[in-house]
């Protein structure tokens, strides 16, 4: 048994977690699937989805999220995740659409690998991941980031005049910049469209925040697909 905060308590050879639920949650914890109710007390599967259920109902979640318990990677090879950079992995896992707002040189871009990494291994990403960032960024962070990283990762990179051809091959991650997604929007969207991109990373945000942009237009689209 793990107590993973005062609420939640992970059972993990059987993949199942209790939950000391709140008076006002219990009838819609007693209405979810798979639930055992036995008040205050509610025996659920331990999954990403359940700690996505309960974290949308306000209860705290992130400690009990199934990817701290995990064989993580080693952060550019060579690092253990520090613990900030778990806690960020977990939340992006716990909400499918999200804002990253950690300051600045807090390893956030290796956060977010690993979250992109256990999503794909948990099945909860079946698709590749397309990474929006700046030209400058796509190699030099980024890519290099992910390849050492995940040293068995596909890495594609969609820039320049042969950049759509890209999005017709078979990648775990496509590195690309704002102005591809606005020149290649349609061979983009189609590709999320076939489930080949099934998740999407913008960095740095601000450069899409004129929203009367091509360019935010275009990343706009590919999110409210």
Request: proline letters at 5%; charged letters at 15%; a neutral charge.
């Amino acid at each position: 048994m793990i107590q993973a905060n005062e609420r939640i308590c992970i059972f993990p050879e059987h993949q199942k977690m209790a939950v000391l639920v709140p008076d006002e949650l219990q009838a819609a914890v007693s209405n979810l699937p798979h639930v055992e109710m036995r008040a205050p007390l509610a025996l659920m599967p331990w999954s990403t989805e359940y700690c996505r259920l309960l974290a949308n109902m306000g209860l705290e979640t992130n400690s009990a999220a199934p990817i701290r318990y995990s064989q993580l990677p080693l952060v550019e090879g060579q690092f253990q995740p520090m613990s900030h950079q778990i806690a960020t992995a977990a939340f992006v896992t716990m909400y499918p659409r999200c804002y990253v707002l950690n300051d600045p040189r807090t390893g956030k871009t290796g956060s977010l690998i690993l979250a992109a990494d256990y999503l794909q291994r948990a099945q909860h990403v079946q698709g590749a991941w397309l990474i929006v960032t700046t030209v400058t960024t796509i190699h030099s962070v980024w890519a290099v980031s992910i390849q050492r990283t995940l040293p068995h990762a596909r890495v594609g990179i969609a820039h320049g005049a042969q950049r759509n051809a890209v999005f017709n091959e078979s990648y775990d991650y496509i590195v690309t910049n704002y102005d591809t997604c606005r020149l290649s929007r349609d061979v983009i969207m189609q590709a999320i469209a076939n489930g080949a991109i099934q998740g999407l990373i913008v960095d740095e945000l601000t450069h899409v925040g004129n929203v009367t942009s091509q360019r935010h237009k275009a990343i706009a689209a590919m999110f409210q697909h």
